[in-house]
């Protein structure tokens, strides 16, 4: 693949990572209620904290994913590229979910709750894409065919585009769901699947298209028009079908204006620790709170004082900051002593190795 692509990856997925744990380090799980004291100051900081709030890498993951997959997808190409989903999400989706259930200590709430939650990824929850990404592995058939149909294609993408603007009120109103938190767990999933089937139809039909970045260098103008048209309808009209839209295109918006053409450096070592920045950080992030609390600074009558915003969004960028230091050692650590189950960890991304 194209070197600077290349590179505009391993950016893209490093800055996601980030900004999925800033929005996991949230002040609110240690002060109950945060208020604005009204000055000019407060009010950009929550612009901010809603901003981490809302963030959407996932759909950024998981439109790149498909269409990683579906790229070049030939017949005599799909044994090995599965092959590879083993390496990059099966084996480290098992070895996290084991370390989680290790680090929750839940024994000893029989064989069948730790089955049933080890299989729907709730000992590591943030992976719960990487299950659904081994789903969608089964529709490769169907999505090949679907998206190679000239104006079936299209017609698809906007049927499944519309299905997820109405979130699937076939299945809202279904009594066939175990509970109900396993019913939003499968919204969850579903919700992500329109940009995913977005990823594969441009994997399928305009990968060189994508690639070169032919509307960067032909239509620049007009590329970086219609990016900007999308970030401002996602944030102006975000209720309407158009915002829903783009708000799952915003991720898509910033790689268009972000040309490959910047991408002339090579990316440092802790800038390829995207995947496993992504599993590990929400353990980092609840080992912190634990000391936190273990050392009394947030007493039980403080936990529940209001704070202002700005004070908030310090804490999760501190709490943040500290969580990837930790983590860089962490992966530094396991590297250094041992490679073999680091690479295990991270499904083979090892700094250095392509995207």
């Known amino acids: 693949m194209d070197k600077q692509f290349s590179r505009k990856i391993i950016f893209f997925n490093f800055l996601y990572s980030i900004i999925i744990l800033l929005y996991h380090a949230d002040a609110g799980v240690h002060f109950s209620g945060i208020v604005a004291t009204g000055t000019a100051l407060d009010s950009a900081a929550q612009r901010i904290n809603l901003l981490l709030a809302g963030s959407n890498g996932t759909y950024f993951f998981m439109l790149l994913s498909a269409f990683l997959l579906y790229r070049d997808l030939s017949g005599d190409k799909i044994k090995g590229k599965l092959h590879r989903r083993i390496q990059t999400l099966l084996i480290p989706w098992l070895l996290w979910n084991g370390i989680g259930l290790l680090s929750y200590h839940e024994f000893d709430k029989g064989f069948s709750y730790l089955l049933r939650y080890y299989f729907t990824s709730r000992f590591c929850e943030q992976l719960w894409f990487v299950e659904a ?5 089964l529709f490769i058939p169907l999505f090949r065919r679907l998206f190679k149909i ?20 076939f299945l809202r109103s279904a009594d066939f769901f175990p509970s109900e ?13 329109p940009v995913y089937c977005l990823g594969a139809y441009l994997g399928l039909n305009f990968a060189d298209f994508v690639v070169s970045e032919e ?27 158009a915002g829903y839209v783009s708000g799952r295109l915003q991720s898509v918006a910033i790689w268009i204006i972000l040309s490959k053409k910047y991408f002339t450096f090579e990316p440092a070592w802790w800038m390829q620790l995207s995947f496993y920045t992504y599993a590990i ?3 980092v992030l609840h080992w912190e709170g634990k ?10 009558e403080f936990a529940g004082a209001s704070v202002s915003e700005v004070f908030a969004l310090l804490w999760r960028v501190s ?5 990837f230091l930790l983590i860089i050692v962490s992966a530094k650590i396991l590297m250094r002593f041992t490679p073999g189950f680091y690479k295990a960890l991270s499904g083979g991304r090892l700094p250095g190795r392509k995207s």
């Open 291 to 300: 000391i936190i609390r273990i050392t009394g600074i947030f007493a039980e």
């Open 150 to 169: 000239k104006y079936v294609r299209e017609a698809v993408l906007l049927a499944v585009f519309v299905t997820g603007y109405f979130r699937f009120p």
């Open 319 to 323: 709490l943040s900051g500290i969580a």
């Open 281 to 283: 950080h929400n353990f």
């Open 181 to 193: 938190r396993f019913q939003m767990e499968v919204l969850r999933v579903l919700e992500h699947v």
């Open 215 to 241: 509307y960067n260098t032909r239509h620049r103008m007009l590329s970086l028009a219609a990016a900007l048209l999308i970030l401002f309808v996602s944030c102006a009209f975000p209720y309407c079908f």
């Open 133 to 137: 990404l081994m789903i969608l592995l």
